[in-house]
């Protein structure tokens, strides 16, 4: 049972098989910016440990260490907000409402756009689907999405009129395919992701709410995984609703946005029916109130609110360039060495999304053009994607993630029903990472598996696995059952 080795100077070593070293990728060699428990130390199964590489931050991302430190600041004034005339209360309701200026400002939104704070962005798209225009008790028109959409961007339209469009090999030939079904008449609003949960790549935001609004319908971007990678402007870019989340976001706590145009929302159905919603209730009748509350029943998450907006901070500070660099760097080393690796497969929807061209005058914003953000999807040829997670956390001390990413419609037009594998990287995230990663696929691929696992709940496992946890946690290592939707 060996351990991949980490070779030094990480930055300046070649890819998987590649003669020379390559200045390209020095840019990456430390982190952009400084994330909480970047220096946590992940037991291997043989014994030992290393610090733990986290190639995750598609799912949940680690907390900036700044706002780590200013949720340490504002912990000791929390208190209720809105309904508490004490001096913590005064300034929680400060710091709550103040939060919804800071991400509007983020995302370039319209004055009068309203900032509804809600648990994540699943739920921001539920939200916006009970706001849907109805007249008489009927929708007025139907949600347009593609397939490749993550299930938070895909389930809540399903339980309206909708129209599903299977996303062409090229993003030339689906703009083409959604601009047909808006010709057809009967959209009220297009959906789509600003980035592609599964592979990264960016969507021409910019040019596909143009095509909406040229058939009058209104356009909701999933910004989950764009938000944290590429400056948004919904206001230049004509995206009439944005919803994205803390977590994904370098904020701790369950926390997510719903950003856009207040006529729909104040009419629709309030998300929450409680306390704070209303104008006024009686025993058997209500009348509730407009804006953000109407949709922000009982007491919110503020520390969420507040953390998420100084996340937008951060990140809004940072250097284009410098951000833009140091993950294409990280990203570029990662495919290029698993292309070198026999039997790997990298992933991608689009033949044409490092180099997509659109009409003059609808060219995308996102700061960067289409392309692709800090996300690798990739398999390992005669392994179970679980499998490989698995090994690479044990016996290399790699995080990152396998299975069908809530993207089931996706996942089965890739070839891959059962799952494939996800690493994911950030601000935080460092050149050793990627080579880690590639140093323990290349091991596998040339020697096997350096221990046995088996499946336990449905998840692949070490057997005999004798690490443990911190004092503080359950000590459960190894699983704690398969999500169902990694399930066949």
């Known amino acids: 049972m060996t351990t991949a080795t980490i070779p030094a100077t990480p930055e300046l070593r070649a890819v998987a098989g590649q003669a020379h070293p390559d200045v390209r990728f020095a840019v990456a060699r430390r982190p952009l910016a400084a994330v909480t428990g970047a220096e946590i130390q992940a037991p291997l199964i043989q014994g030992g440990s290393v610090r733990y590489a986290n190639l995750d931050y598609g799912a949940s991302a680690p907390a900036l260490s700044v706002v780590s430190a200013y949720l340490n600041e504002i912990l000791p004034f929390y208190a209720s907000v809105h309904r508490g005339a004490g001096y913590a209360s005064q300034i929680s309701t400060s710091v709550y409402e103040n939060s919804r200026t800071i991400?509007?400002?983020?995302?370039?939104?319209?004055?009068?756009?309203?900032?509804?704070?809600?648990?994540?962005?699943?739920?921001?798209?539920?939200?916006?689907?009970?706001?849907?225009?109805?007249?008489?008790?009927v929708n007025t028109g139907e949600v347009l999405y593609l397939d490749i959409e993550?299930?938070?961007?895909?389930?809540?339209?399903?339980?309206?009129?909708?129209?599903?469009?299977?996303?062409?090999?090229?993003?030339?030939?689906?703009?083409?395919?959604?601009?047909?079904?808006?010709?057809?008449?009967?959209?009220?609003?297009?959906?789509?992701?600003?980035?592609?949960?599964?592979?990264?790549?960016?969507?021409?935001?910019?040019?596909?709410?143009?095509?909406?609004?040229?058939?009058?319908?209104?356009i909701v971007v999933d910004a989950a995984q764009l938000a944290p990678h590429r400056r948004i402007d919904i206001t230049a870019d004509?995206?009439?609703?944005?919803?994205?989340?803390?977590?994904?976001?370098?904020?701790?706590?369950?926390?997510?946005?719903?950003?856009?145009?207040?006529?729909?929302?104040?009419?629709?159905?309030?998300?929450?029916?409680?306390?704070?919603?209303?104008?006024?209730?009686?025993?058997?009748t209500v009348s509730w109130t407009t804006g953000p509350a109407r949709h922000e029943g009982g007491s919110p998450n503020v520390l969420g609110a507040a953390t998420l907006a100084r996340a937008t901070q951060v990140i809004a500070g940072l250097d284009v360039d410098q951000w833009h660099a140091h993950e294409n760097a990280i990203r570029s080393f990662l495919v290029e060495g698993l292309a070198r690796i026999d039997g790997v497969t990298v992933h991608q929807i689009f033949a044409?999304?490092?180099?997509?061209?659109?009409?003059?005058?609808?060219?995308?914003?996102?700061?960067?053009?289409?392309?692709?953000?800090?996300?690798?999807?990739f398999s390992v040829e005669g392994y179970d994607a679980g499998l490989v997670a698995a090994y690479l956390s044990a016996e290399h001390g790699i995080g990152l993630r396998d299975g069908r990413f809530c993207a089931h419609p996706l996942l089965r037009r890739l070839g891959l029903p059962s799952g494939s594998l996800r690493a994911s990287f950030g601000v935080?995230?460092?050149?050793?990472?990627?080579?880690?990663?590639?140093?323990?696929?290349?091991?596998?691929?040339?020697?096997?598996?350096?221990?046995?696992?088996?499946?336990?709940?449905g998840r692949w496992v070490p057997s005999n696995d004798t690490r443990s946890y911190p004092h503080w946690a359950p000590n459960t290592p190894g699983t704690a059952g398969a999500a169902p939707c990694t399930q066949d």
């Open 238 to 284: 004509g995206v009439d609703y944005l919803a994205f989340s803390g977590h994904k976001l370098y904020a701790p706590f369950g926390a997510g946005v719903l950003v856009g145009r207040p006529d729909w929302l104040d009419a629709g159905t309030p998300h929450l029916a409680g306390g704070g919603a209303v104008q006024d209730a009686r025993i058997d």
């Open 150 to 218: 993550h299930h938070a961007n895909l389930l809540p339209w399903q339980r309206v009129p909708h129209r599903s469009v299977i996303a062409a090999p090229t993003l030339a030939a689906t703009l083409e395919l959604l601009h047909g079904e808006l010709a057809h008449g009967g959209v009220s609003l297009l959906a789509v992701t600003g980035a592609s949960n599964v592979t990264g790549e960016i969507l021409p935001i910019r040019a596909l709410a143009a095509l909406a609004h040229e058939y009058g319908a209104r």
């Open 352 to 377: 044409d999304s490092a180099s997509f061209d659109v009409p003059a005058g609808h060219e995308p914003g996102n700061g960067a053009g289409t392309g692709t953000i800090g996300v690798v999807n």
């Open 103 to 137: 991400v509007r400002d983020f995302v370039g939104g319209r004055p009068d756009d309203a900032v509804i704070f809600t648990r994540n962005t699943t739920d921001s798209l539920n939200l916006l689907a009970g706001c849907l225009p109805v007249v008489d008790g």
């Open 428 to 457: 935080g995230s460092r050149l050793e990472d990627a080579q880690r990663l590639l140093a323990g696929i290349q091991e596998l691929r040339q020697t096997g598996l350096g221990w046995d696992y088996v499946v336990d709940a």
